[in-house]
């Protein structure tokens, strides 16, 4: 059977580029061209070929290998053609049941523009415990924040002027740790239609989690790493990554990411996020003042934390286990609302614990307010230790909530809010209105 080309144009169009696909592998797995871009100004005309096509490969690669079937390409980085093979090797050890037997074919390997700085290094920093906290472990050296704009949560980055809020609170907080920032949009995360994955994926909504993250975004860093001439790409890891459960950031699939002249690092594996949070605080006399963090899916208006979605509720408590005040450190809600939110989501079964990770992170949450109970409690929050929401939520019984989640008839409920989840992220601007409407009450 003779392969098809899996490109049929890469366009530049200013500081934007534009992929477009094959059109049988788009009517199989896709929704739309693929489109990554860059700050005003950015020479991607300066650009090897060879780079710009990087974020769209990185992004496609496992839909690639998990469709079976064979693709040509022009030419491929060299570098990045050997490390795509450890990278399938490790989605081959992460996931064992799904074959990975896809090929890319380059009618030649070519070097691309090696990267030629010796100092200084490129960090995704999304704002939450998990990059701040590689930041700031790595002070020593000069770093070049590249946030990813359109993956933050359901934040609105197409509108003027909450992007404008979202890029003022990264460059004041970076300035404010001496380092440089870069921002990237993209339609990474709505280009695959994941309900065209059914069949190849076990669960088409965490395609995204399981597969896609790490070798995805790393891939959108690849024009930037060559016009910076950075070498060093970390990737700060999450509570999958720690406790070595599958996902798209795992070790095997992260660290074996290069291209010509970059190496790609899982960073902070050796820590949890709550260790992370604990190592942040200790850092406050040092650093004179709280980081602000930023780990919220559903942003308000002015880019704040919205305190009651997962990860707000989930960072405040993280804050409170370790004697701190999450109102210090960018929570517009104190330590009473965020207990009274974690006990009622929790009673109403709205909690969301998608993996043994979530549940174990959870439980060294819930591990630490006890310890700080028994030490005494929160000096600088009078009356916090006697709180009935804390004494709740400290003895509740998360392992029993957790296999209750995932027993058949809810986990048929949670696949089919995935299902209406996939309709939303079709249709933008019905997704943003609903969302607004159950903010009230998730």
């Known amino acids: ?30 929704t739309e061209d693929f489109f990554v871009e860059y700050d005003p100004g ?25 469709s ?25 050890r992460l996931y064992p049941r799904v074959s990975w037997n896809g090929q890319l074919l380059p009618d030649a390997t070519v070097g691309g523009t090696p990267a030629t700085g010796t100092r200084g290094m490129a960090l995704l920093v999304s704002g939450g415990a998990d990059s701040i906290y590689s930041s700031l472990t790595h002070q020593e050296e000069p770093q070049r924040w590249i946030t990813i704009l359109s993956s933050l949560g359901s934040f609105e980055w197409q509108d003027p ?21 870069s921002f990237v949009t993209s339609n990474l995360r709505r280009f695959i239609d994941e309900a065209k994955l059914v069949g190849v994926w076990p669960d088409p909504r965490r395609w995204m989690i399981e597969v896609q993250h790490g070798l995805g975004f790393a891939g959108l860093c690849a024009p930037l790493m060559s016009h910076f001439q950075l070498r060093r790409l970390l990737v700060a890891s999450c509570e999958r990554d720690h406790y070595g459960l599958p996902g798209g950031s795992h070790p095997d699939v992260v660290n074996a990411i290069q291209w010509s002249g970059v190496q ?37 208006g002015g880019f704040e934390n919205c305190c009651a979605c997962t990860k707000c509720l989930q960072t405040m408590l993280g804050i409170l286990g370790e004697g701190g005040d999450p109102r210090a450190y960018g929570f517009g809600r104190g330590p009473s609302f965020a207990l009274y939110a974690a006990r009622l989501q929790t009673s109403a079964q709205r909690l969301q614990m998608f993996d043994a990770g979530e549940l174990l992170q959870r439980q060294e949450i819930q591990a ?3 310890d700080r109970l028994d030490e005494g409690g929160w000096p600088g929050l009078p009356g916090l230790k006697d709180s009935p929401d804390l004494l709740w939520f400290a003895s509740f019984d998360l392992a029993r909530y957790f296999d209750r989640c995932h027993r ?6 949670r696949r089919l809010r995935g299902q209406l989840g996939l309709l939303l992220d079709r249709r933008p601007a019905l997704g943003r209105a609903v969302r607004r409407l159950l903010r009230p009450v998730l």
Request: hydrophobic share 45%; with cysteine.
């Open 368 to 370: 630490s307010l006890r």
């Open 161 to 181: 002027q909450a992007r404008a809020a979202a890029e003022d609170h990264f460059r004041s907080l970076a300035a404010a740790s001496d380092c440089q920032c």
């Open 1 to 30: 059977m003779k392969s098809r080309y899996l490109i049929e144009e890469l366009a530049v169009q200013g500081s934007r580029v534009v992929v477009r696909p094959n059109q049988r592998f788009r009517s199989r797995f896709l």
């Open 408 to 413: 058949g008839p809810r986990r048929a409920l």
């Open 264 to 300: 790609a690092f899982l960073d902070g594996l050796e820590k949890t996020r709550q260790e992370k949070i604990r190592a942040i605080e200790g850092m406050l006399p040092e650093l004179g003042r709280s980081p602000i963090l930023k780990p919220c899916l559903h942003p308000l």
């Open 42 to 66: 950015t020479p991607l005309a300066d650009i090897d070929d060879s780079m710009l096509l990087i974020p769209f490969l990185l992004n496609v690669m496992p839909l690639v290998w998990a």
């Open 68 to 92: 079976g079937e064979r693709y040509r390409i022009a030419s491929l980085d060299a570098p990045l053609f050997s490390a795509l093979e450890q990278v399938r090797a490790g989605f081959r």
